[in-house]
């Protein structure tokens, strides 16, 4: 397994092949990703911990709560960001995708990158 901090939380990737990826991302409470989308990536995450809020567009006030539980796909060039509520509980996720790892188009990010 490879662990990856990152400046939200981090994120450990247990499966790499030619034909997939599976992570498991763990957002600190009040953090989020950037605002981004992929040419060709494609993923589904599944909430395995806490509360994931998951904004789909430029408008910060949209914003959608998902369940522990649920499952969110994520199709190419489909706008999206991730993050977890502010409080004491962290959102920790399972990710499987496509193998494009690099393929990030970042249009916000509140850590500058």
């Known amino acids: 397994m490879k662990r990856i901090d990152k400046p939200w939380g981090y994120e450990e990737i247990w499966a790499q092949t030619e034909k997939y990826v599976g992570k498991m991302l763990t ?7 950037s605002l981004q989308y992929h040419e060709i990536k494609e993923e589904t ?25 649920t499952t969110y796909h994520v199709n190419p060039k489909q706008i999206h ?33």
């Open 27 to 33: 957002i600190l409470p009040g953090h989020r990703l």
């Open 45 to 69: 995450i599944y909430v395995l911990e806490g509360e994931l809020l998951v904004w789909t567009s430029e408008d910060e006030n949209t914003v959608y709560r998902v369940g522990k539980g």
């Open 81 to 113: 960001r991730f993050g977890a509520p502010k409080g004491n509980q962290l959102t920790r996720l399972i990710e499987v995708s496509t193998p494009e790892l690099d393929d990030v188009v970042r249009l916000a990010d509140d850590y500058k990158r």
